[in-house]
Structure formats: structure tokens, C-alpha cells
């Protein structure tokens, strides 16, 4: 297009939706150019173009670093690549203007409407965007980072993408935004609502999610190190292959969350509800989940080795093939749970609740189950060689095929259970009669 095709372009675009004839003119004016001339790539920067209509002009490439356009008329105006670093835009109308790639560093964007406007690769670092309508914008790779956007409306707004770390986004609207791929480091968003938003392999390592709402918000992929989640509500949230290492999710809110594959390595999950969670081949090694809620949840062939679950409900949950060497379950409910070929080797069940619990080929050895109810167990074929098992109760435990070799059983009443071809130490610190008991009944000691 030549500069003449250009300039008739502004002119009947000028016609179209200005009345007068002199609405340009301080532009006309400061540019020392006519109307049939082109705007892009001029000088303004600096100038006073306060309350211009400025609608549909083309000021693409044009350096406005520092000029003053509060309160104008810059809707479907184009400003792609245009550099307006420091400049005042509070109170302007920049509805469906092309920002795109535009320097808006440290501009002054207070109560502008940027309703559908385009501002994809802008830079808009330490920019004032509070009480701003971003409505619908799109801010896909923006850097935003340490910008003030209190109180801005980005309800459908996409910001994949964009950098977005150290920003405080309490009282900001954020209901439907595209969030996935953006860069969430250090953000303050405690209290924020972020229902269905779309965060999958976004970076919110070390950010604030305090009582934040993510009912329902797609994590998948997203990076949670060492965040703060006291609280918030994740309650069906999709957080499949998130990395929570160290994240600190005390009294959040999970049910029905998907975190299979999740790494939770380290997590504070105290008193955290996780009813019908999928945990399933999540790694929750050395994780604190005493006094949560699991009750129903599936944690098949997931790495709680050393996790604290004391006192935690683990009823109808789905353990199989979980590792739970030396864990902490001691006072835990796990009435019910499938923990076929789980290992619990050296793991403290003091005074656990196994009432009907399923054990078939679990590995018990060296475990603590002091005082635990194991009545109506299946323990078939499971290793329970060098475990405490005294003051435990076996009542029509089932026992068929398990080793009991090296197992403390001083005080174990193993009346009414059975012992088909159960394995035990010859020096098993049992009564006389309870060994010819036993032996009768299919037991078989051993040196």
C-alpha cells in the first residue's frame, strides 16, 4: 500500500466516525501533518494529547513515550509496536486498539477500558493497570511483571503465556482466563477466584493460593513448588503431573481431585479433605497428611515412603501396590482399604484400624502393630516376618500362606483365625498348647 492509499484509508475512516473537522487538529497540529499524510513511526513523545479522539488512527511504530492521552478516544486505533513507555493513558478508551508488541512500561493505564484489545508480546512491566477493563483482551506472552492491576476486570481474558510473576491479584477478576503457560512466580492470588480457569504448565512456584478458589481449574503440568495453598479449594481440579513438592495445602479442600502422577514430595496436607481424590502413582514421600481425610480416595501404586498419616482416615481407599515403607499410620482408620501387595515394611501401625482390611501379598516386615485391630483381615500370603504383633487383634483374620517368622507375638490371641499353612519361628513365644493349637489347625514352625 502506498502513502497515498494509506492516507485516504484515515481519511474515510476520519469520515466515518468523526463529525467535525477539527478533532484532529492538536495531532495535526504537534505531527505538523495533514490527514492525508501517515502517522506511523512519527515523533510524539512527550506531547499533550489529552481527550483526542483518536479512533481508528494508525500510530503503529509511533514513539509516545511519555505523552499525555488521558481520557482519549483510542478504540480500533492501531499502536502495534508503538512505544509508549511512561506514557498517561488513564481514563482512555482503547477498546479493540492493536497494542500488539507495544511498550506500555510503567504507562498509566488507571480505569482504561482495554475491552478485546489486542496487546499480545506487549511489555507492560511495572505498568498501572488498576481498576482497568481488560474484558476479553489479549494478552497472550505480555510481560506484566510487577504491574499494579488491583481491582482490573480480566474476566475472559487470554494470558497464556504471559509473564505475570510478583503480581498481586487479590480483588482481581480472573473468572474464565487463559492462564496456561503463563509464568505465576510469586504471585500474590490468596482469596482470588479462579473457578475453570485454565492454569495447565503455568509457573506458580512460591506463589500465594491462600483460600484461593480452584474448584474445578485445570493444573495440569503446573509447576506448585514451595506454594501456599492453606485452604483453598481444589475440589475437582485437574492437577495430574503437578509438582506440589513442598507445597503447604493444610486444610485445602481436594475431593474428587485429580493428582495422579502428581509429585507432593515434602507436601503439608494436614487436615487437608481428600475424599475420592485420585492419587494414583502420585509421589507423596515423606508428605504430612496426619489428621487429612482419604477416605475412598484411590491411592494405587503411589510412594508414601516415610509420609506421616497418623490419625488420618484411609477408610474404602484404594492402597493397592502402594508404597508405604516406614510410614507413619499410627491411630489411622484404614477400615476396609485395598492393600494388596501394598508395602508397609517398617511402618508404624500402632493402634491402627484394619478392621476388614484386604493384605493379600502386603510386605509387613519390621512393621509396628502394636494394639492394632486387625479383625477380619485378609492377610494371605502376606509377609508379616519380624513385625510387632503383640496386643493385636486377629479376630477371623485370615492368614493362609503368610510369613509370621521373627514376629513379636506375646499377648496375640490367634483364636479364630486362619492359619493354613502359616509360617512361624520355632521360637515363637507361644505357649506350648497354642503351638500344638496352631499346628492342628495347619500352622507350620519352623527353625
Known amino acids: 500500500m502506498t502513502d497515498e492509499e494509506s492516507g485516504q484509508d484515515i481519511k474515510q475512516l476520519h469520515e466515518a466516525t468523526i463529525n467535525t ?11 505538523q501533518l495533514s490527514l492525508a499524510d501517515s502517522f506511523v513511526g512519527i515523533d510524539l513523545s512527550d506531547k499533550d494529547l489529552s481527550g483526542e479522539n483518536l479512533s481508528g488512527v494508525n500510530l503503529s511504530s509511533t514513539d509516545l513515550s511519555g505523552a499525555n492521552l488521558s481520557a ?24 479493540r486498539a492493536d497494542l500488539s508488541c507495544a511498550d506500555l512500561s510503567r504507562a498509566n493505564l488507571n480505569n482504561a477500558n482495554l475491552n478485546e484489545a489486542e496487546l499480545s508480546g506487549a511489555n507492560m512491566s511495572r ?5 482497568a477493563n481488560l474484558t476479553r483482551a489479549e494478552l497472550s506472552g505480555v510481560n506484566l511483571s510487577r504491574a499494579n492491576i488491583s481491582g482490573a476486570n480480566l474476566n475472559g481474558a487470554n494470558l497464556s503465556g504471559a509473564n505475570l510473576s510478583a ?10 482466563a487463559q492462564l496456561s503457560l503463563a509464568n505465576l512466580k510469586k504471585a500474590r492470588l490468596s482469596g482470588a477466584n479462579l473457578s475453570s480457569t485454565n492454569l495447565s504448565s503455568t509457573n506458580l512456584r512460591g506463589a500465594n493460593l491462600n483460600s484461593t478458589n480452584l474448584k474445578n481449574a485445570n493444573l495440569m503440568g503446573a509447576n506448585l513448588n514451595n506454594t501456599s495453598l492453606r485452604g483453598a479449594n481444589l475440589g475437582e481440579a485437574h492437577l495430574r503431573g503437578a509438582i506440589l513438592k513442598d507445597a503447604f495445602l493444610r486444610y485445602a479442600l481436594l475431593r474428587e481431585a485429580n493428582l495422579s502422577g502428581a509429585d507432593l514430595r515434602g507436601a503439608n496436607l494436614k487436615e487437608a479433605d481428600l475424599k475420592s481424590v485420585n492419587l494414583s502413582f502420585a509421589n507423596l514421600k515423606s508428605a504430612n497428611l496426619s489428621l487429612a481425610n482419604l477416605k475412598a480416595a484411590n491411592l494405587t501404586s503411589a510412594n508414601l515412603l516415610g509420609a506421616i498419616l497418623s490419625n488420618t482416615n484411609l477408610s474404602n481407599t484404594n492402597l493397592t501396590n502402594a508404597n508405604l515403607g516406614a510410614a507413619n499410620l499410627s491411630g489411622a482408620n484404614i477400615k476396609e482399604a485395598n492393600l494388596n501387595g501394598a508395602n508397609l515394611s517398617g511402618a508404624n501401625l500402632n493402634g491402627a484400624l484394619l478392621n476388614n482390611v484386604n493384605l493379600v501379598c502386603a510386605n509387613l516386615s519390621l512393621a509396628d502393630l502394636k494394639q492394632a485391630n486387625l479383625s477380619n483381615a485378609n492377610l494371605k500370603d502376606a509377609n508379616l516376618g519380624c513385625a510387632d504383633l503383640s496386643g493385636v487383634n486377629l479376630n477371623s483374620a485370615d492368614l493362609t500362606n503368610a510369613n509370621l517368622r ?16 502359616t509360617i512361624l519361628g520355632s521360637d515363637a513365644e507361644l505357649s506350648e498348647d497354642m503351638k500344638l493349637n496352631l499346628i492342628r489347625r495347619g500352622a507350620i514352625f519352623e527353625d
Open 21 to 31: 473537522t477539527d478533532n484532529f487538529s492538536k495531532l495535526e497540529q504537534i505531527a
Open 72 to 95: 482519549s478516544d483510542l478504540s480500533f486505533a492501531d499502536l502495534s509496536l508503538a512505544d509508549l513507555s511512561d506514557a498517561n493513558l488513564s481514563h482512555a478508551n482503547l477498546s
Open 127 to 131: 505498568a498501572n493497570l488498576k481498576n
Open 167 to 176: 503480581i498481586d491479584f487479590r480483588d482481581v477478576n480472573l473468572n474464565g
Open 406 to 421: 521373627g514376629a513379636e507375638l506375646s499377648g496375640t490371641d490367634f483364636s479364630g483365625v486362619t492359619v493354613e499353612n
